[in-house]
């Protein structure tokens, strides 16, 4: 049997899906690298904030969910330097790989622009784990101090959140929602959060359809968060974020949401990127001047046609499935795949138990949103836990 090394960088939603599919054939020999030691799903981050869910539920160990895929898969704890295309190595930080085909899927970071002054020392990003579980610890510590002052004095706790994308909108609502049922459960006096979420453009959610646009701002109004949208952050200090249009807001906790960026193994990779650094694929997903190096996810710029494809783990998933195939076609000889990847959907979690979405064509919302986006996350983890479940068993025994 003739063995093809395939080597797969970042194991987020694109570099699993990818190893799902390549998995199946044996003859495959698949090497996984990821900086961390966990799958982290981010799109179940709102819950965690808002405390429905502790972080076990949004990771999956790598080391035992490669391991429940079979002895053709290896997962490398080691963050990737560098590539290179054309003697098809990877370099990490412990020693080099060969491979046959690659596939680069390694997501995308908070971009914290320079132009704005302090926004990079005072804000805080929540696309990795680390960053979400900080921020909920302080965000809980900050609602604990207000308690602590019952009776004395009652300032308000300012919470600013820049960026009304879905990251952006979905933890504003969050927050604001949790701690309404927070202080209504315990029937404190001093409630005086304001939580503040500001954007650039006309209207949030910019890209996003219409119907959802106005269900989600009727929903944010519902749980008083401050809209102030056609507005820039131009400065933020240690305690106030000032704004293009002279205001300058009492800031506690300023959270940044307004801009990604891809990791820094994109910038140094020597191959045809846009102008916002993310790599340009061909119409098979091909890196442009490589026939077997692939990439997919948030690190990619794609489009349909003319129109802008955004970036999700739904597209990422999408991605990485075409990416997999044309492996598997060119080893088989056959013809390649064309993508006509578009979305097939959205769910924006809007507060504890309320969504509101649109699945191939129909508007959902309220707690059927809710339940909706629930079982498309449980089904996603279920089988990634029952895998790693497979796994664990293979290192620790029964
Ligand atoms: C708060 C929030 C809510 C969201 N909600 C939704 C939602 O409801 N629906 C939706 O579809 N999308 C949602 N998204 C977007 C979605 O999470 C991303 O589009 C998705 O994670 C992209 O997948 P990916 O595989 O490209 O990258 P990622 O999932 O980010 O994975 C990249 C992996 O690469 C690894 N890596 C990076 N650099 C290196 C290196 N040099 N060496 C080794 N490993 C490396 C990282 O550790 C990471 O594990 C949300 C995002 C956020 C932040």
Redesign the pocket.
Known sequence: MKITKIII???????IRALEHLSKDKSNEITL????SY??M??G??DFIANENDFSKITVDLFTLCAGFGPNVAFRK????DVDFDSQKVFTEIQDYEYDYIIV????RTKFFDSIIGLKKYAHG??ALHKALYFKQKFELSLFTKIEEEGNYCNPLNIIIAGAG??GV??AAQMASFSRDFYKQNNFLCRKLNIVLIDAYERILPGVDEVLVDASMKRLQELEVIIKDGRKVIEVTEDSVHLSSGEILPMDFMIFTGGIEP???VYGLKVPKDAREHIVTNEYLQIEGYENAYA????TILYDGEKFVA??????EQM?ELCAKNIANTLKNKPLLKHSIKSRG????LGRRYAVGKIFGMYVGGYFGYIL?KIIEKVYSKRLFMRSGRGSKKIFGD
């Open positions: 960088i970042g194991g987020g939603y694109a570099g690298f990821d900086s961390h799958h982290y981010q799109t981050v709102y080691e963050k990737v330097l899927a390694v997501g995308s929540i696309k879905l990251s979905e933890i990791k820094d193994l997919a996810g948030d690190c970036p999700t783990a739904d597209v990422a990485a959205m769910l924006i979690a986006k």
